[in-house]
């Protein structure tokens, strides 16, 4: 399907060892992780390499839309149609992502945090969402496997800073 192979390209592409990560998953599984990472990736992307903050701020906006219009079975960008069919087998929600989407703003408004409490907000956003996001696809049954994914996104997020 062109639309998985358009998100398997961007995370092939981000030269990390994500997309092997997940290669032996099943297919839908992985279909799914990859079509959330090229999601999270485009996201950061728009911030990385907009010409100003004005402009990151407005794509943002743009992008927020089409994350509601995915959620409503109306997206138009390859990443929103791979996310959009990926969540008629994966309910992942839609919250985790609009706050993937704030966190990355945050980054726009914020270079140095005066709390640990305002750090750790940008940390579950940027990070800790991304776990949320993968155990709705990987399954879970234990309900603290949510709590587990939130501290380790934290932990993971903090170690990158450092």
């Known amino acids: 399907m062109k639309l998985q192979a358009y998100c398997r390209s961007l995370v092939r592409g981000a030269k990390t060892n994500f997309y092997y990560a997940f290669v032996f998953l099943p297919k839908a599984k992985r279909d799914a992780i990859y ?7 485009y996201t ?43 969540l008629q087998l994966f309910p992942i ?14 980054d726009l408004e914020t270079t140095r945090y005066e709390t640990f409490e305002d750090l750790r907000e940008s940390c579950y956003r940027v990070a800790s969402v991304i776990g949320l996001i993968c155990i709705e696809i990987f399954g879970y049954s234990h309900p603290r496997t949510k709590e587990y994914a939130v501290s380790l996104g934290i932990a993971l997020q903090l170690t990158n800073i450092l």
Do not use: K
């Open 44 to 86: 950061d992307d728009i911030v990385d390499n907009a010409a100003d903050a004005h402009a990151a701020s407005a794509e943002l906006a743009d992008w927020r839309n089409e994350l509601e219009a995915c959620y409503a079975g109306a997206a138009s960008h390859p990443i929103g149609l791979s996310l959009q069919q990926t």
């Open 93 to 106: 929600p839609q919250q985790h992502f609009s706050d993937l989407v704030d966190g990355v703003e945050m």
């Open 35 to 41: 079509s959330a990472y090229a999601f999270s990736r």
